[in-house]
């Protein structure tokens, strides 16, 4: 069982706006360190965005982070086939001084 | 350019021990404030943090595993080691190494896929 919780699957049009949501407890998701994750099929996890809202270099602003109340959130506009894959959240827990992780959202491009 | 890569045994018994080396390139991991941290992922399963060590040889581990885990790093091969003791089939996974800086995974190694069975 993960200590971030995900909605297991996601899904949208091509061009569609998604939103991938991730909760936990304020001391994970209220952390300034809050992260997400794309990995695509047969991959591994590439950082997308950081600090709960910084996109990692190289990553489109299709990709935008947020936080509200006791969860973060990922949006991804213009949704492209390319998109499809798991998208993880993460955060940094002082207490064990190393990263709790969400059980991943699938997202499929219908 | 920083990368990082994985290797090791592809399948391991159980019992043993898995030894797994992290090879590091643009960036050393005496750099201050840089960190190499250790993530597994079983087969259709979610991320799961194992450690981390740090340029200054300070090291963490997760909870659950800490009696099973050692991390090292040798500076002059510019490489990063984890061994898990007793290995057992809930081991198998694909295992990431990661360069971390401010806390922040920002690269990962394209991961090694092992397998415990005998």
């Known amino acids: ?110 | 350019q920083i990368t990082l890569k994985e290797s090791g045994p592809t399948l391991v018994k159980p019992t043993q021990t898995l030894t797994l080396t992290c090879t590091l390139s643009g960036f050393s991991i005496t750099n201050s404030g840089v960190g190499v941290g250790w993530i597994r992922q079983p087969p259709g399963k979610a991320l799961q943090w194992l450690g981390i060590i740090y340029w200054n040889d300070d090291v963490r581990y997760t909870p659950s595993l800490k009696t099973r885990l050692t991390i090292t790093k040798d500076s002059s091969t510019n490489q990063v080691v984890l061994i898990m003791t007793d290995v057992g089939p809930v081991d198998t996974a694909t295992y990431y190494c990661v360069h971390s800086l401010f806390r922040t995974p920002d690269v990962w190694g394209q991961g090694t896929t092992v397998s415990v069975s005998s």
């Open chain 1, 1 to 110: 069982q993960s200590v971030l919780t995900q909605p297991p699957s996601a899904s949208g049009t091509p061009g569609q706006k998604v939103t991938i949501s991730c909760s936990g407890s304020s001391s994970h998701v209220g952390s300034a360190y809050v992260f997400w994750f794309q990995q695509l099929p047969g991959t591994a996890p590439k950082l997308l965005i950081s600090r709960q809202n910084q996109r990692a270099s190289g990553v489109p602003d299709r990709f935008s982070g947020s936080k509200s109340g006791t969860s973060v959130s990922l949006a991804i506009s213009g949704l492209r086939s390319e998109d499809e894959g798991d998208y993880y959240c993460a955060a940094w827990d002082d207490g064990l001084s190393g990263w709790v992780f969400g059980g991943g959202t699938k997202l499929t491009v219908l």
